[in-house]
């Protein structure tokens, strides 16, 4: 078969609006989990030298469960955080953060008021504003989170009926990153195509060493599974809906499940 490359971007011309679903469960002993939807709104405008900047803003579908004060005052103040503007390259990777200082100060702003709601709501927000004010460091944490993943993910492949090579890092929550190395295969639809990215990866010691202190589990062995499921658009040129499940396996009993999408 003759090798067809095809190289898919990300194109939000104008403005449009994502569903998006998140849930955690986490088995180390008690089981533990939680759910959460939000609406991202996408508005896209194009840079003479071809890059666009992303205005994104993102609305929570339900109320945050109140545990307790100390993770409200960080829902608030992350959420306090949007709407925020990045630039990406032609196919939506990820260059940098843009009107960066003007997005603190409508932060600062917003959250003025938080210490009348919340006792020490200030030690907090001061804490935050120290981290946000580091462009560089704020906008890689903020891209941890597994609906940025999903969102700045457009691999490209070549349609040669095989496998193509690809890495996805991972954020597992409170424990770091891991490089997920896999392959993409892909399947020609009227629309566009579907692309699978599969990887399966030993979990490195620095990871096995952080799960033994956040959740005294030992294990002689951890593995990482990573499957993403995407639909790309060749009209519109983007990918429509992406679907991912990142699980960490001890021997034949899953420890760690995290599924994310955004349709």
């Known amino acids: 078969m003759e090798e067809t490359r095809v190289k898919p971007f990300q194109k939000y011309q104008g403005t449009h609006l994502y569903h998006v679903e998140g849930s955690l469960q986490i088995q180390f002993g008690e089981t533990k989990g939680f759910h959460s939807s939000c609406k991202l709104t996408i508005h896209e405008t194009e840079n003479e030298d071809q890059t666009k900047n992303w205005l994104i803003e993102k609305i929570e579908d339900l109320p945050l469960p109140s545990e307790n004060s100390f993770m409200e005052i960080l829902h608030t103040l992350e959420q306090s955080s949007y709407p925020a503007e990045i630039k990406v390259d032609e196919k939506g990777v990820f260059l940098q953060a843009t009107n960066h200082q003007k997005n603190i100060e409508d932060w600062k702003q917003k959250t003025s008021g938080i210490q009348e709601k919340y006792h ?76 699978f990215f599969i990887s399966e990866t030993i979990v490195p010691d620095y990871i096995k060493e952080e799960l033994g202190k956040k959740y005294l589990h030992k294990a002689e062995q951890y593995k990482a599974e990573l499957t993403i499921h995407m639909e790309y658009n060749s009209p519109k040129k983007q990918y429509s809906k992406k679907k991912a499940e990142f699980t960490l396996s001890a021997g034949k009993k899953i420890v760690y499940r995290e599924t994310s999408s955004i349709i």
């Open 120 to 195: 020490n709501a200030d030690v907090f927000r001061n804490q935050y504003l120290a981290a946000f004010e580091d462009e560089e460091i704020f906008y890689r944490n903020k891209r941890k989170e597994p609906f940025w993943n999903l969102l700045l993910f457009a691999p490209s492949y070549v349609d040669n009926g095989g496998k193509n090579e690809e890495v996805m890092t991972w954020n597992i929550k409170g424990i770091g990153d891991i490089e997920c190395v896999g392959t993409i295969t892909a399947e020609q639809r009227d629309y566009g195509f579907d692309a």
